[in-house]
T-cell receptor, first 116, second 113 residues
């Protein structure tokens, strides 16, 4: 199993350009997440998808859109990139042991995005 | 403000010593998890402790949880250079209609040979 994969690994954009970050998982998990990580901070949730066909906003959704294409894939789109979106982006999927008290997330390797 | 806050922000020790990191949080939780992040990599899940548990072990890791003080600690015994990484606590809770993980800013651990 590859786990959670993300493409691209690195990207440089100019202000106003658009791009889509891709994420896929092969663990048959229902829930998937997009986070951003900024220096000196923990991860902040951008969007999540509790199941195929559903998406919801997280803590910092402004400037982003998402698509849950199927159970495996969850993409993040920046329609008009801004320098404030320079960050490292992580995708994660959720394994649950049963019940809400046990939730382990599996993370992809990240995409380093710089917006000039 | 952050739900989980780690202390210290940075820790530097010699190989063989123990490393202790602390995490405090603000609200009721379902569980608390610790993750490791090597430089330039994604996060790797280390251990999960449920809100009704007080202590948990996994190899050289020992996690404690004190829900009355809303705090947790991660102890790494007999540290190795390969333990050099950032360590994040994450509180698991159900809020706003979904299961959330809220991360702290992390502790950067450096283990010197």
């Amino acid at each position: 199993n590859a786990g959670v994969t993300q493409t691209p690994k690195f990207q440089v954009l100019k202000t106003g350009q658009s791009m889509t970050l891709q994420c896929a998982q092969d663990m048959n998990h229902n829930s998937m997440y997009w986070y951003r990580q900024d220096p000196g901070m923990g991860l902040r949730l951008i969007y999540y998808s509790a199941s195929e066909g559903t998406t919801d906003k997280g803590e910092v959704p402004n400037g982003y859109n998402v698509s849950r294409l199927n159970k495996r894939e969850f993409s993040l789109r920046l329609e008009s990139a801004a320098p404030s979106q320079t960050s490292v982006y992580f995708c994660a999927s959720l394994e649950r042991e049963g019940g809400s008290s046990t939730d382990t997330q599996y993370f992809g390797p990240g995409t380093r995005l710089t917006v000039l | 403000s952050q739900q989980g806050e780690e202390d210290p922000q940075a820790l530097s020790i010699q190989e063989g010593e123990n490393a202790t990191m602390n995490c405090s949080y603000k609200t009721s939780i379902n569980n608390l998890q610790w993750y490791r992040q090597n430089s330039g990599r994604g996060l790797v899940h280390l251990i999960l402790i449920r809100s009704n548990e007080r202590e948990k072990h996994s190899g050289r890791l020992r996690v404690t949880l004190d829900t009355s003080k809303k705090s947790s600690s991660l102890l790494i015994t007999a540290s190795r250079a390969a333990d050099t990484a950032s360590y994040f606590c994450a509180t698991g809770l159900f809020s706003g209609g979904y299961n959330k993980l809220i991360f702290g800013a992390g502790t950067r651990l450096a283990v010197h040979p």
